[in-house]
């Protein structure tokens, strides 16, 4: 049987609970969660493997605490990586948090009489390092592990490098917004309600507050619905609201004379951030309602992505308020260009997946090394460790765009609806043709694009024929957001004022 390798042993003793995602060489994706339950003396026996006294049944027995489970439940789709773990007579399961319907982990029976799929797991030494395989899906070849990361709920994991407080942050340029995370009255009972609230709250830091509150009821399963099949599911609005004091620019735009200067970089930065929290709850609830075929892996990934980008913004304006506290986020110019491509794509899933996630997503992978580097040069540590830490999340957002573009086109063609191409590449190119402007612009990051799906043959030598002129800077300067010539420019041409 075909086995994959995960990580050295020692690598997975900072956390209990991982999520991994596998993409195999056809294009196929699985979701997993890899339970480790080991105790600590267990672990501390474990710790070095060249210690000639270390205990070779503890070890053994942390070892054989390995679990791996596919991540959606089977009954109705809950993420299973917040899961009670029980022990019974048979040996141990995870309890499901929506319906507390219990998997053996080792077999993925339950009770009930579904099945969830297991799948083994194994330590062999290797050059003296205790290293973790599992065992490959059965459907595919040539599985991969495309993203590894640990099932946490602390919001920013790694901490923020500057311990600077957000809301005094913002409340040095906006009016304190009173209102509770969950309002008083009509509180959201499904994710879909969620998202909607999420897109009309216009204070940045409520909505980065209501996006950890709302992510949290669903992965632990107090919010028992996603709500995308009921008739009365709300409708987003066209553009998500911003709060009166981001439509002014305390700072005159003719004094901001280094335009490369690293506040005005960390501002257009955070700006874009906000946009792409509300694009990660946009596109669950304008397309959750269309698609009601979506599985529960859908959302599992977009809210995943908006706790991403909330952390993201949070990151950049800690650091833009320890940098330059006389220019607070909201005290520049701001636009609110990324929701052209939302407006344009907003009939089809299909066409925002492949133009948010695979075109400016994916942008942001190629510019962003250029981005490390130039705040490296400029000797600012922390900002290169927020922008490692984007980076690296940006790569599991174009891998998730790839995972439900690839998807969205499979579907459409079972159900018979073929308006496009079927092969993922052609019809990316075709719905890149009819939805951007321009050359998809190279250099391309092609390590971090390929480990994301994207093979050469999606973008290169792709031109879009959207029939309006890009308008300068705004293109580039919202791919992911990091530009820098981009950002120059964006910043120049900007308008003074987020047009409503
Ligand atoms: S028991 Fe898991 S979704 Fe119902």
């Known amino acids: 049987m075909a086995q994959l390798r995960i990580a050295p042993y020692k690598d997975l003793l900072s956390h209990f609970r991982f999520l991994l995602t596998l993409r195999s060489q056809e294009g196929h994706y ?52 917040h899961a009670d773990i029980e022990e019974c007579e048979t040996g141990v399961v995870a309890v499901c948090p929506w319906h507390r319907y219990d998997f053996d982990l080792q077999t993925g029976k339950s009770d009930t009489g579904l099945s969830a799929c297991t799948f083994a797991v194994e330590v062999r030494t290797e050059d003296t390092v205790d290293t973790v395989y599992m065992e490959t899906p059965k459907e595919g070849t040539g599985w991969r592990i495309v ?32 209102e509770p995370v969950v309002p008083e009255e009509n509180a959201p009972t499904t994710l879909m309600e969620w998202a909607v609230l999420i897109l009309n709250t216009p204070h940045p830091r409520l ?37 009166d ?73 800690s650091r833009l308020s320890a940098l330059s506290p006389s220019t607070p986020y909201g005290s520049m110019p701001v636009h609110a260009g990324l929701w052209e491509s939302a407006t344009v794509t907003s009939q089809s899933l299909i066409s925002r997946l492949a133009i948010i996630h695979l075109v400016h997503e994916a942008r942001g992978l190629d510019v962003n090394p250029a ?18 830490i984007i980076h690296a999340d940006e ?31 052609k019809r990316f190119r075709e719905e890149v043709r009819k939805g951007w402007t321009g050359d998809i612009k190279g250099p391309f990051n092609v390590e971090a694009r390929e480990m ?49």
Not at 35 to 61: G, I, K, M, P, Q
Not at 372 to 385: H, N, P, Q, Y
Request: with cysteine.
């Open 147 to 178: 993203e590894m990361r640990p099932v946490s709920e602390a919001f920013a994991d790694p901490p923020p490098p500057v311990a600077s407080d957000l809301s005094a942050d913002l409340s040095s340029t906006v009016s304190q917004e009173n």
């Open 245 to 317: 004091a981001y439509l002014r620019n305390t700072v005159d735009p003719s004094k901001v004379k280094n335009r490369r200067n690293r506040a005005s970089m960390l501002h257009a930065l955070a700006n874009i951030e906000q946009w792409a929290i509300d694009l990660a709850w946009d596109i669950m609830a304008r397309f959750g309602p269309m698609n009601k075929e979506l599985p529960p892996a859908f959302f599992a990934d977009f809210t995943k992505m908006a706790l991403d980008e909330s952390k993201h913004f949070s990151l950049l304006t």
């Open 207 to 243: 909505k980065v507050e209501r996006t950890k509150h709302a992510v949290h009821l669903f992965r632990t399963g107090q919010l028992k619905s996603i709500g995308n099949k009921s008739p009365s599911a709300p409708t987003p609005p066209d553009v998500p609201s911003r709060d």
């Open 452 to 500: 994301a799906g994207l093979t050469p043959q999606f973008y290169e030598g792709l031109r879009g024929e959207l029939g309006y002129p890009a308008e300068e800077g705004v293109t580039s300067a919202t791919g992911g957001g990091t530009d820098l010539d981009g950002l120059e420019k964006g910043v120049a041409a900007v308008r003074l004022e987020y047009e409503k």
């Open 395 to 425: 790569v599991t957002h174009v891998t998730a765009g790839h995972r439900w573009f690839t998807w969205a086109v499979a579907r459409e063609a079972e159900k018979g609806n073929i308006e496009g191409d079927v092969d993922p590449v």
């Open 30 to 81: 699985r979701s997993l969660i890899l339970f480790r339950l080991s105790t600590s003396s267990e672990v501390e026996s474990c710790a070095d493997n060249e210690d000639e006294n270390r205990d070779t049944e503890t070890t053994n027995a942390a070892y054989s605490q390995l679990y791996i489970m596919e991540s959606a439940c089977p009954h109705l789709g809950a993420d299973m990586s």
């Open 371 to 388: 981005t490390i580097e130039k705040f490296r040069k400029a000797g600012d540590k922390e900002t290169v460790g927020v922008m490692e």
